[in-house]
Nanobody
């Protein structure tokens, strides 16, 4: 079982930056993938960025590529650094974990391959 807890959300003005953190604990291994998803009111949950360290791969949704960066430190904290935020980035953000084979089979930015989820944290960008 993997446990995830997000922090670092909040409200910023358009053009600003935020860094989200996700504390990862439990049974993870190099074969796990970690990801950030977001869900705006009335919309489906969408993948923002995924990181599969055991496979040496990183994935970004085109809407955030070049503005967001996913990373993990030695303490197993997962980060999402967000720059040049726009009101369209307003959503509840979730971190997720899943076995690499399942995630890659389902495609890394689709939620179906992930089996563990955090509770989510709100990011609000005002114009």
């Amino acid at each position: 079982q993997v446990y995830l807890a997000e922090s670092g959300g909040g409200s910023v003005q358009a053009g600003g930056s935020l860094r989200l953190s996700c504390a990862v604990s439990g049974d993870t291994s190099a074969n796990y993938c970690l990801a950030w998803f977001r869900q705006a009111p009335g919309k489906e949950r969408e993948g923002v960025a995924a990181f599969c360290p055991g496979f040496g791969s990183t994935y970004y949704d085109p809407s955030v590529k070049g503005r967001f960066t996913i990373s993990q430190d030695s303490a197993k904290i997962l980060y999402l650094q967000m720059f040049t935020l726009t009101p369209e980035d307003t959503a509840m953000y979730y971190c997720a974990a899943g076995r690499g084979t399942s995630v890659l089979s389902a495609r890394p930015l689709r939620p179906s391959g992930y089996t563990s989820w955090g509770r989510g944290i709100q990011v609000t960008v005002s114009s």
